[in-house]
């Protein structure tokens, strides 16, 4: 009796797992063509600056600045990318320069925290935040947090990434050769790792776990400066993103739920640490430790959520003085 049970029981979540993996093939073969449509010319373009000379013309302005940083002035390309596309496309980008590990995980960080930076400040905006000051914050921050972690990460000198450094291509033949070489592994790659988080995301609709699993998560708000009831949203926006986290929040604030205020103190935590199940496993399933990505994202998620209450206190206290 007890292992029909079992048995019906095992059949059962068997056929839904299987039912979410389905579902998630469609919908990640989509997601992949999509960014392989970003990603490839992307990449391409890279490569071809590089080959013209383009990328060292503006690494000589730009390297005293990202000096700074730990990385070269040519990893500029990288990071203005993924702020300004996606972050799938400052991976392309990414991986067509010879870096080290050390350099790469300081330029995750950065794309991390300031990626597609028109699209979701202007989501953000929409559940109250402010368009300009959103992108200030990113912006200021990711070069604050390359800083910090260029000063604490140890000396990693792997290489990095799918160009080999001092191998440069002789020809314009050879570039492209190299670039349809380098094209297919980023295909396959893209494919296995949306196709995951795609199975991921099916299994939570399927079994409706996200609302569930946000109630043990109410304490951790008070420690990241939030209102309790935030949990929802917080969880909605590490995993599947700020587009889809202000998706539900401007529908909590249309019903009445939560205010423009609450909304708008989530939007600065997320500000800096979204999508982090996402985020962190792209690149952890190209070789970035995600330790140092999670740590940190968490930690200035903190010093700015407290920094901004700090600061609204003591203009209250003057203003009431």
Same mark, same amino acid.
Not at 287 to 310: E, H, K
């Given at each position: 009796m007890n292992m029909s049970?079992?048995?019906l029981?095992f059949?059962?979540?068997?056929?839904?797992?299987l039912?979410?993996?389905?579902r998630?093939?469609?919908k990640?073969?989509?997601t992949?063509?999509?960014?392989l449509? @970003?990603m /490839? #010319?992307? %990449?391409?373009? $890279?490569?071809? &600056?590089?080959?013209f000379?383009v990328i060292?013309?503006?690494a +000589?302005?730009l390297d005293?600045?990202?000096r700074? @940083?730990? /990385? #070269?002035? %040519?990893?500029? $390309?990288?990071? &203005?990318t993924?702020?300004?596309?996606?972050?799938?496309a400052? +991976?392309?980008?990414?991986?067509s320069?010879?870096?080290?590990l050390r350099?790469?995980?300081i330029?995750?960080?950065?794309m991390?925290?300031?990626?597609a930076?028109p699209?979701e400040?202007?989501?953000?905006h929409r559940?109250?935040?402010?368009?300009?000051g959103?992108?200030?914050?990113?912006?200021?921050?990711a070069?604050?947090?390359?800083?910090?972690l260029?000063?604490i990460?140890?000396?990693y000198s792997?290489s990095?990434g799918?160009?080999?450094?001092?191998?440069?291509?002789?020809?314009?033949?050879?570039v492209?050769?190299?670039w349809?070489?380098?094209?297919?592994?980023m295909?396959?790659l893209?494919f296995?790792?949306?196709?995951?988080?795609m199975?991921?995301q099916?299994?939570?609709?399927?079994?409706?776990l996200?609302?569930p699993?946000?109630?043990p998560?109410r304490p951790l708000?008070?420690?990241?400066?939030?209102?309790?009831?935030?949990a929802?949203?917080w969880?909605v926006g590490?995993?599947l993103?700020?587009?889809y986290?202000?998706?539900?929040?401007?529908?909590?604030?249309?019903?009445?739920k939560i205010?423009k205020?609450?909304a708008?103190?989530?939007n600065?935590?997320?500000?800096m640490?979204h999508?982090?199940?996402e985020?962190?496993?792209v690149f952890?399933a190209?070789g970035?430790?995600?330790?140092?990505?999670?740590g940190?994202r968490l930690?200035f998620?903190?010093v700015?959520v407290?920094?901004r209450?700090?600061c609204r206190r003591c203009i209250?206290?003057?203003?009431n003085g």
């Amino acid at each position: 009796m007890n292992m029909s049970f079992f048995t019906l029981r095992f059949r059962r979540h068997s056929v839904r797992f299987l039912r979410a993996m389905h579902r998630a093939i469609p919908k990640g073969w989509k997601t992949t063509l999509w960014l392989l449509e @970003i990603m /490839l #010319p992307i %990449s391409l373009a $890279v490569m071809l &600056l590089r080959y013209f000379g383009v990328i060292d013309f503006l690494a +000589i302005y730009l390297d005293p600045v990202f000096r700074h @940083i730990g /990385l #070269p002035g %040519s990893s500029s $390309v990288v990071f &203005l990318t993924g702020a300004f596309v996606t972050t799938y496309a400052g +991976i392309a980008a990414m991986l067509s320069f010879a870096l080290t590990l050390r350099q790469a995980t300081i330029l995750a960080l950065m794309m991390c925290l300031c990626h597609a930076l028109p699209m979701e400040c202007a989501v953000t905006h929409r559940t109250g935040s402010s368009f300009f000051g959103m992108m200030v914050l990113r912006l200021f921050m990711a070069f604050v947090c390359a800083f910090l972690l260029n000063l604490i990460l140890p000396a990693y000198s792997e290489s990095f990434g799918m160009v080999q450094d001092g191998v440069e291509a002789t020809s314009l033949g050879e570039v492209l050769l190299d670039w349809l070489n380098a094209s297919w592994r980023m295909a396959l790659l893209v494919f296995t790792i949306v196709y995951l988080l795609m199975v991921v995301q099916s299994l939570l609709e399927e079994y409706d776990l996200i609302r569930p699993l946000s109630r043990p998560l109410r304490p951790l708000m008070s420690l990241f400066g939030l209102p309790r009831d935030a949990a929802y949203l917080w969880l909605v926006g590490n995993v599947l993103g700020i587009s889809y986290g202000a998706a539900v929040m401007f529908d909590l604030i249309n019903s009445g739920k939560i205010t423009k205020e609450e909304a708008n103190e989530v939007n600065f935590h997320l500000a800096m640490n979204h999508s982090l199940i996402e985020d962190t496993s792209v690149f952890a399933a190209i070789g970035i430790g995600a330790g140092w990505i999670v740590g940190v994202r968490l930690f200035f998620a903190l010093v700015v959520v407290w920094s901004r209450r700090l600061c609204r206190r003591c203009i209250s206290v003057v203003s009431n003085g």
